[in-house]
Structure formats: C-alpha cells, structure tokens
C-alpha cells in the first residue's frame, strides 16, 4: 500500500485556505459578524465585527448571554429571548431583528439568523448564527414611512388577496376606519360599494396589465367624496394613492355653472338683439328664448304673453326631451284656461314678482279639472318650479316658467338669478320691439300720409310701392309721384332726400310739393322740372339736397295709331330707370353721364332724353335701397334687378312689383324702397281687367 503523496496533501490545504479566505473576504464584504453559544458552558463567543456591532470593546466582554441582553432594547428583549427559547427547543432556527442600545445611547437594528445544534439525545448543546447591521435600511423605510405618514394624500396598500397591508394616518381620516379595524381585511368587505364601480374596474386592469391607473370616481354614502386616484401594481400587491377632490370638483362644478349662466345670458342677448334684424315676430322670438334656456336652468319651459287688451296667452314651450315637447305644447294650450287665479304663474304676473314652487303637483295639480289637461300635467311629472315676470318699463308683458323634474336639485339662488335675468331682457327687448312697432306703424303712416294714391289713365297701369327699412323706425326721405299734366301726358317721379330723420321727410315734403307746382303746366318736360326745382331750392333755402327721375310719358296721334309711346326723361344724380320691351328686352336709360343730384349747383345744365317703345312695354323707376347696401354692391344690385325683371317680365305688375322687392331684399331692408312703375297697354283692345278702375283727376280728359 504506498503512502499519500505529500505534494498532493500540500495542494488540498492550499485550496481549503482559499476557499476559508474568499468566504472571510465574501464575510467582511457584506459586513456579518458572527457567534457561538455553547449550551453546555454558557460561554458565548463573538468575533470583532459582533462586538462592534453592540458597542464592545473586547476587554470588556465577558463572554455571556447577559452581555447580550444587557445591549437589548427593552422593547424588543423578551420577542429576542423567546424565539432564541424557541430554536434551542426544538434544536431548530432563529431568526429576529432587534434594536441594540448602544453605550452613548444610540440605537442600531441588527438582524440575526442561526441554527442550534443538537447531540446524539437531540439535546441543544450550541447555538451558531450570525448579525449584520440594518440600521441604514431601517432608517430608509423609516423615512420613507414618515413621509408617507405626512403625506397630504391618503395611501393604502393591498396583498394579492385584497387585503389592506398598510394605510397612512391620511388614509385613516379619509377613511373613517382605523388601523386595526383595516389591516388584514379585504378592500371588498370593507367597502362593499366598490364592487362593480370605476375603483373595482380600475384596480383589477391594474393588476392584470401591471399598468398604472389614473381616474376620478364617486364613492357613495358613506363616504360620498370625489377621489382623485393613483393605483399601481407592485410585487407585493397594489398601492394606491388618492384625494378626496369633492370640494374642488364642487368648486369646478360652480365654475363651470357659472360660465354656463354666463354664455347663456350671452346667447339670449345676441339672439334678442338679433330680433328686429331678422324681423322675428313675439312669438319667434319667445319661442326661441324657451329652446336656449332648457336644459341648463330646466327640464321644461312655458312662456306667456299679455296682449295689448290684457289677454294672456301662452306662446312658447320646450322640453329636454324630444318625446315630451308636444305634451309640453298641449299642456301650453290648455292651463291657462283651467288655472284658478291663485296659480303661480297668475300670482306672479299679479305681484310682479319671481314665484318658487317646492311641489308643482301639489300646488297646481288639485285646481287641475279631470280630464286631458290634468293627465297631461301629471304625464310630464314637474317636481319644482320658478315662474318669472316679463317686467319692462312698469308694464308685466308676460311670465316665463321653468320646471324640473323629481331627479333633479331644485333651482338655487344663481339658477334663480340668472332665470330673472334673462326674463327681464327678454321682457325689455319685448317692450323695445313693441314700441319699435309704434313707432314704425306712425313713422310709416306720415310717410305714406305724404305719398298720394297715383292716377290710372286708360290703357296704362301705373303701381306705386313703398317699404320702410327693416332696422329704422324712422320717416324717411324717398318718395314716389305719379300725376298727370294738363295736356294728359304722364309724369312719373321717383326722388330720395339725404337722410333718415324728420328733417329728410319734411325736406321730401316740401320738394315733392314744389315740383308738383312746377311740373303742372303746359310744354314743360322733365330737364326743365329739375333745373327749375333746382333753382326753387336755392332760392328758398331748403339746405335739402335729393336725386330725383323724372320720366314723361306722351305720344302722339300717330304714335297712337302706329302703337308706339315716346319716354322722356331726365336724371338728377339717381339710379337709372329701366324699360322692359314689350319682346321682354331690358334697357336702362342711362346718360352719357352722371349728372348732379340737386342742391348742390342751381346753375347746372340739365339734360333731357327720348327713348320711343311699342305698346305693352313697362317702366321702373326705383330708389337706390332697392340695389344697393352695404351687402349689395350697386353693380351686383343693378345685375339682379335686371334678372328678375327679364323672369317676371310676364307676371302682373302688381306681382312684379312685389316680387322685385322680396327677390331683392329678402331678409329685410336696411334702408327705405320706394318704387313706380307704369305699364303701357296696347291701346286697340279693352283695358284689362288686372289694370283695374281708370282713375284720372278734375279736368283730365280721357284717352
């Protein structure tokens, strides 16, 4: 048997003092004291990097579990001793973390694991473990603890069963549950409302996608708080963070409301402001304030009206819900005849003052008769209502009254205010347009006071036409002529003063006056009418000035007999008239040029020309707000009359007329129209009958 060779024996040892050192190195690196406690001797061993640990020198030592206890925080000694009990019993291991009071005071957590050992009895007989420092992890998570503790947001987290593991003193106040009601319970036990809501839906896609969730949601009673939640997924489960937002939300809500209110006060005043433009009548215009006001201060409304006599109708309604708008509507036509005079509406428009209903159905609906009124009443279901006053200037024009139903919050004091709100302008804007009205109907009964019904010689028509302007309550300065001279030719006159005032009109007055006076007589034709007027002006110091057409109408026996008529006419700075043919043709009589409207030069050379045109041709003199504005270029304004002179060329004159001014001017015209128009009918047949009576004044001799 030979011998073990040495060399090899030397490399074992070698290899053992490598691996010894590695795990000493590996020992030092992690910072690991070691022990050895012989149950036998009860003497305990440390290495130096223990000792240090408990603030020991090694002289001072002593070698015994007292020496360890001695180091023990309070707090922690008897949790230590039982768990080393614990293993030397059942020669199993140990494991704790303690905190070790130091001799300056200081405290240090230190965590120890080991192992007993047992003889063949399976007695203990040592204790072998391990320590190394936690106190800097330890400090770690306490910070982060306190700062969680601090947190202005509540936190909780959960295991991944659901159970809360942790919740943060912010958490509890929020909550309303402690600490040790909360730790160990299940999140869906303890607040069962979170189950099948937005806080289930969105905490399981968090754990399921590993995803971060960031939502708003509502939790009712009891909490019944806005929260503002932050859920993310962790390895130990789920943590969540969250606000309770509710009084910002309300704080949104209010803002949002108010801008609401706002835009809405907004709209109706564009929309009322909007009114005599658009030439809305009442009821348009009430009617549209009832579909701008649902559904922000309500779920229905009806609005009511006060005629001149004193009569009260119901004029407008609107619901939220298209199905509902025509109970809404049928509901409108019929209470007002069932209502007792206490009924709120009635009360409201007697005190002037708003009227708050906490409970329609049992104010209004006992004075309600059986039948289709009181089903429909009780079939729109009105929990709450406000009925406002339609006051303006002294006078109740009306009420406007705004229904919610039993879903919904009653009106508050800002619903309330901003109902009076727009109920005062709608009523201010009612009361503007009714005056607008009188003054329009006399404005335009002086106007028409000052233009006479025109002559009807035979066999030619002449229609007049005057409109007002649609925005202007004003006398106006257009006017229109049509008389017959002393040698039966026919004068035509169309003529518009500068301005829009009473001092326009008188200036109409007095001018349509003097060239009446002078244009009567015998051999004067139209160039000399407007020198001499021009003259008349100067001379009586009207300080008018005005454009003015004037277009004679004669013939000649044997023009009559060949069916021709001569058209002779002079222009004062107007737009020019135009002749439609008899073959339909258009022609506008129009100078080589532009010559000056009168007042301004009396010495000016007026000129005079002749077009001659065959029977059943029309002539059409017009004023400038006919085809022209501000939206109607003159050039584009000429070009439409023209074109639907040319359609309607065939129509009656009457229709032509009419038709002219609405083809042109179709949303209402922005300055005053005046119109004449003469149709020659052929003179070898029977006056037609569309023509209608001939009318010529004392001392005209007929055809």
Same mark, same amino acid.
């Given at each position: ?140 998570? *306490? ?38 009601? @909360? ?47 932050? @859920? ?7 943590? $969540? ?8 939300? *309300? ?24 009114? /005599? ?50 109970? $809404? ?125 025109? /002559? ?7 229609? $007049? ?53 002078? *244009? ?122 023209? @074109?639907?002179? @040319? ?57």
């Amino acid at each position: 048997m030979s011998s073990p060779d040495p060399g090899t024996d030397s490399a074992d040892a070698r290899d053992r003092a490598a691996d010894r050192l590695r795990i000493e190195l590996a020992v030092d690196a992690a910072g690991v004291g070691s022990f050895d406690w012989d149950l036998v001797t009860r003497r305990l061993r440390w290495d130096d990097r223990l000792l240090a640990m408990f603030g020991y020198r090694r002289a001072e030592f002593d070698g015994t579990i007292d020496a360890f206890v001695d180091r023990l925080h309070p707090g922690d000694r008897d949790r230590v001793l039982d768990a080393m009990r614990a293993a030397i019993g059942t020669v199993g291991g140990y494991e704790a973390e303690f905190r070790v009071v130091l001799p300056d005071g200081s405290t240090r957590w230190v965590q120890a694991r080991g192992r007993a050992l047992g003889d063949e009895g399976g007695t203990a007989t040592r204790l072998l473990g391990v320590g190394y420092d936690t106190t800097s992890p330890r400090e770690g998570e *306490a910070r982060l603890t306190r700062v969680i503790e601090a947190m202005k947001a509540a936190f909780f987290s959960l295991d991944p069963h659901w159970r809360f593991t942790y919740l943060n003193a912010e958490a509890e106040r929020v909550l309303a549950m402690g600490r040790d009601d @909360a730790l160990g319970g299940v999140l869906w036990e303890l607040f069962p409302a979170a189950l099948g809501s937005e806080f289930e839906e969105r905490y399981r896609r968090a754990v399921a996608c590993g995803e971060e969730q960031v939502f708003e949601a509502w939790y009712p009673a009891p909490l019944e708080s806005w929260f503002e939640v932050r @859920a993310w997924p962790t390895p130990d489960g789920l943590s $969540v963070s969250f606000l309770d937002i509710t009084e910002r939300r *309300a704080a949104e809500d209010r803002a949002v409301r108010t801008a609401a209110r706002l835009a809405l006060i907004a709209e109706v005043s564009a929309l009322l402001s909007d009114q /005599p433009v658009e030439g809305w009548t009442e009821e348009e215009a009430v009617q549209r304030v009832c579909e701008a006001v649902v559904p922000l201060l309500g779920d229905w409304v009806i609005a009511s009206l006060v005629d001149e006599d004193g009569r009260m109708r119901d004029v407008g309604s609107w619901h939220v819900d298209p199905d509902l708008r025509r109970p $809404v509507a049928r509901y409108a036509t019929l209470r007002l005849g069932a209502l007792q005079s206490h009924a709120p509406v009635l009360r409201a428009l007697a005190s002037g003052q708003l009227r708050s209903v906490d409970d329609v159905g049992a104010v209004v609906g006992p004075m309600l008769p059986p039948g289709e009124v009181s089903d429909v009443f009780w079939s729109l279901a009105p929990r709450t209502a406000v009925t406002m006053p339609l006051a303006a200037r002294g006078r109740t024009l009306g009420a406007l009254s705004i229904y919610r139903s039993a879903d919904r919050a009653p009106a508050d004091a800002q619903d309330a205010s901003t109902a009076r709100d727009i109920a005062d302008r709608l009523a201010l804007a009612l009361d503007n347009n009714r005056l607008y009205d009188q003054q329009r109907r006399l404005s335009e009964g002086l106007q028409r006071s000052l233009l006479t019904a025109p /002559p009807q010689p035979d066999h030619a028509q002449i229609v $007049v036409r005057y409109q007002p302007a649609a925005r202007v309550a004003q006398v106006g300065g257009d006017w229109y002529d049509a008389f017959l001279q002393p040698s039966g030719a026919t004068m035509l006159v169309i003529g518009d003063v500068v301005g829009h005032d009473t001092e326009a009109a008188a200036a109409m007055g007095q001018l349509r006056g003097m060239l009446r006076g002078i *244009a009567y007589r015998e051999g004067v034709g139209p160039a000399a009418v407007l020198t001499d007027l021009d003259a008349a002006m100067e001379g009586l110091a009207t300080g008018a000035m005005a454009t003015a057409v004037i277009a004679q109408v004669e013939q000649t026996r044997g023009e009559r007999s060949a069916g021709l008529t001569r058209l002779r006419w002079s222009n004062a700075g107007h737009p020019p008239p135009l002749v439609i043919h008899h073959d339909g043709r258009i022609e506008e009589l129009a100078g080589p040029r532009a010559e000056l409207m009168l007042g301004v030069d009396p010495t000016v050379h007026r000129t005079e020309h002749v077009v001659t045109v065959r029977r059943g041709a029309t002539l059409l003199l017009y004023t400038d707000g006919l085809v022209e504005d501000r939206d109607l270029p003159l050039d584009e304004g000429m070009a439409r009359l023209k @074109a639907v002179l @040319a359609e309607l060329a065939a129509e009656s004159l009457d229709d032509l007329c009419d038709a002219v001014i609405e083809r042109l001017r179709p949303q209402g015209l922005q300055d005053d129209v005046a119109l004449v128009a003469i149709r020659l009918d052929s003179q070898d047949r029977p006056r037609p009958v569309d023509a209608g009576p001939r009318r010529l004044p004392p001392g005209i001799a007929p055809d």
